[in-house]
């Protein structure tokens, strides 16, 4: 299967909600309690049970009042810094794109959440280690692999959610971009740049910051060193130290064999 994309249109997007309920519902994910935080947000962060959510972000600017909405969830990176955190390799990529976890591989460590960029997976506590698992949006990839739109984009009644071939949505990505910058000088495409190419695009129509956003999002130096220098040296000292040790052992073994052979020379 071709890799995929859900090109986001953040002016379309009116702020229903419905996609969240749409992942709930899919997912057979539990309604949690929420409460007015900002604006007509009812949520701020992501839960064990809460993968994706519309954030609300007001703009005065020119005397003007403006709405920056986004749906907000994995961004299901073409470079994923949770994959490459992850101690267990309970994180891996689909031939769709997307970013699952095994939840039978994961132990729950949480270095996916410390190295994402974005913070986005949850771990669920528990007081039995084996049962501390990671959770995020899967793209709805059992659904994608069976011909169907993830839930999110199928419940999506403005049509802020476009789904398809990857290279289809960056062309219909650009091409959007380009009529909306006639009226919005600072609008830009996020993701297509960063972490391998993201299999979220967004259509921002302001800054990242805006939105509440990094501008630009890059797994950690700490994970790359550890990674890409510390860890494989870690695995080639390792077995040179294991070499050592076995030569040491058959060189003592060889000088004490001769030691403790018989001398003949007086006989």
Request: with cysteine.
């Amino acid at each position: 299967m071709s890799r995929k994309m859900i090109f986001v249109d953040t002016a379309i997007c009116t702020g229903c909600k419905a996609c969240s309920v749409a992942c709930k519902a899919w997912n057979e994910l539990p309604a949690e309690n929420t409460q007015l935080i900002t604006s007509y947000q009812s949520q701020d962060d992501f839960t064990v049970d809460t993968w994706t959510f519309v954030t609300f972000d007001e703009k005065y600017e020119n005397g003007k009042f403006n709405w920056m909405m986004r749906k907000s969830q994995c961004f299901h990176c073409g470079e994923p810094a949770c994959m490459k955190a992850c101690s267990s390799e309970a994180i891996s990529k689909t031939d769709s794109g997307f970013v699952v976890i095994d939840q039978d591989k994961c132990i729950g460590c949480g270095y996916c959440m410390a190295n994402c960029p974005w913070n986005i997976p949850r771990v669920v506590q528990s007081t039995f280690p084996k049962d501390a698992k990671a959770f995020k949006c899967t793209g709805c990839v059992n659904r994608v692999e069976n011909g169907l739109a993830p839930s999110c984009v199928s419940t999506c009644q403005p049509g802020a959610l476009q789904f398809g071939d990857y290279d289809e949505m960056m062309a219909l990505a650009y091409q959007t971009l380009a009529i909306r910058k006639e009226n919005h000088p600072r609008a830009q495409l996020y993701g297509d740049k960063i972490m391998g190419g993201t299999g979220y695009l967004y259509l921002l129509e302001d800054d990242p910051e805006v939105y509440g956003l990094p501008a630009n999002p890059k797994t950690p130096v700490s994970l790359k060193l550890w990674k890409d220098i510390v860890y494989p040296l870690g695995g080639i000292a390792a077995g040179a130290a294991v070499a050592a040790v076995a030569v040491g052992v058959i060189s003592n073994a060889a000088r004490g064999n001769y030691r403790n052979k018989p001398d003949h020379s007086e006989h």
